[in-house]
């Protein structure tokens, strides 16, 4: 008898990147209403799961109904849609992107999640999870073939086990989405509850969000939890949920996590953030800290956004960790002290970096009499292009290029530490300001000075 367990088999797979996941196929009918005029449409249709920056669930409808259907005018605001699915007993909230009388066809998007079937009696719910880490994990199998690649979690009354797709067909799928980027299931997970008990899906969605925010921090971008199935006790496929989900695109970004680290303290660090996600005091302060790094990370608003969103990160965290409401304190020491609390360095040649990283960095602030450390000089770069101001002695109104790339790159490391030691992370990670190896890790400075 094998030792290993046997790997989650997905329900949706993606054979290549972007691929549409068709997950119903029938009769529907398509109700619009505006200003008291009602229309409606009916024919044979198909919804489909298709990827994005906003992963969705859209609708195309082959109508057959003569009748008039009115277009939005210059009353779209005051437009209400439904598309009606009788086999689904649903009725959904959508937007009709598309219309064509000659064409007979009609497609668009949904607003609302879609249910089917009964989610009251559940013994384990599965979902499929996009652009998420191949990591070194527990041992699985399938079909005689091993790997190490589960991840276990255990939180409060849930247990939640996470695999990679078989290495072959991961393997295939990650070479094409390196050449031409794109978004494909990687992973399928399964949460169940730890006492065996069967359980309603409404039980374990704040735990599967936190799961969304949890796997994008550790993957430096939004990592799509979807297409959610409910088992029952016999193994039968009773529920499913199709929602819309944020996703980003396959692109080269950096991360923290130590993949090839077996995951031996992922577990805890789950634990811890939700425990803070959990909390009425801190949970929107971690999702927008896990907002802004992502988006920082992902470049989303260029390096100049993105250092501003990290700068607004950096802020956020001195208050909710460290701020004193009672005094005013400038936004450069309020970073000083951020970075004292979490054990990195304000001061540039205690840096742990390839001096190539910032090296320009570094000049400016050595032949600058203004700049007294690394905080101040965040700030100051922040303010170049949040205050512009033309000063006579100087070229520019913003700092070359360079400069602030490597600010951006400095911020995007101290901002993932400064989450970690605030979730009380005591492991290796891997320094994105070092030019090694997968599986050269280091301790977390907190842990060193320990």
């Known amino acids: ?89 649903a009725s959904i909230e959508v937007i009709a992107s598309y219309f064509s009388g000659s064409e007979k066809i009609a497609y668009g998007s949904i607003v609302d999640d879609i249910e089917v079937g009964e989610s009251s009696d559940l013994q384990n719910i599965q979902f499929h999870i996009s652009n998420f880490h191949d990591y070194v994990g527990k041992g699985i199998e399938k079909d005689s073939q091993f790997w190490t690649g589960r991840l276990l979690l255990e939180v409060n009354d849930w247990k939640i086990s996470i695999d990679s797709l078989e290495p072959t067909e991961r393997k295939k799928l990650k070479a094409c989405m390196r050449r031409k980027g794109g978004i494909a299931i990687t992973h399928v997970g399964r949460i169940e509850r730890i006492d065996g008990q069967c359980f309603n899906a409404v039980q374990c969605q704040n735990t599967l969000k936190e799961l969304f925010y949890f796997l994008s921090f550790l993957r430096g971008l939004w990592v799509g939890i979807v297409l959610a199935v409910g088992f029952d006790n016999y193994g039968n496929l009773v529920w499913e949920k199709w929602s819309n989900q944020k996703t980003s695109l396959y692109i080269g970004v950096q991360s923290w996590f130590p993949i090839q680290n077996r995951t031996r303290s992922i577990d805890f660090l789950f634990a811890n953030f939700t425990r803070l996600f959990e909390s009425d005091e801190y949970k929107e302060p971690l999702m927008l800290a896990v907002h802004w790094y992502i988006e920082s990370n992902l470049q989303a608003g260029a390096v100049e956004g993105s250092i501003l969103m990290a700068q607004a990160a950096f802020e956020m965290l001195f208050e909710v960790i460290l701020g004193s409401r009672s005094i005013k304190i400038k936004a450069d020491k309020k970073l000083e002290r951020l970075f004292q609390w979490a054990s990195l360095p304000v001061d540039c040649e205690n840096i742990s970096a390839d001096d190539a990283r910032l090296h320009e960095l570094k000049e400016l602030i050595e032949r600058s009499s203004d700049i007294s450390n690394l905080p101040d000089a965040i700030t100051r770069i922040r303010n170049r292009f949040t205050h512009p101001k033309h000063r006579k002695n100087e070229v520019s109104m913003v700092y070359e290029t360079h400069v602030r790339i490597q600010a951006w790159q400095i911020c ?11 979730l009380e992370y005591n492991d290796v990670y891997k320094n994105r300001m070092k030019f090694n190896y997968e599986g050269d890790y280091e301790n977390v400075p907190w842990l060193e000075e320990s």
């Open 412 to 422: 995007m490391w101290y901002l993932e530490l400064s989450i970690l030691r605030w």
């Open 1 to 89: 008898m094998s030792q290993h367990s046997e790997a989650i088999q997905p329900v949706y797979k993606t054979e290549f990147p972007n691929q549409p996941i068709e997950i119903y196929k029938g009769r529907m009918t398509l109700h619009r209403e505006i200003e008291g005029r009602k229309s409606s449409i009916s024919g044979n249709g198909v919804l489909k799961f298709e990827w994005a920056h906003q992963s969705k669930v859209t609708f195309e409808l082959n109508h057959e109904s003569p009748s008039r259907f009115f277009f939005h005018g210059n009353n779209a605001s005051k437009v209400k849609e439904t598309l009606e699915i009788e086999e689904l007993n």
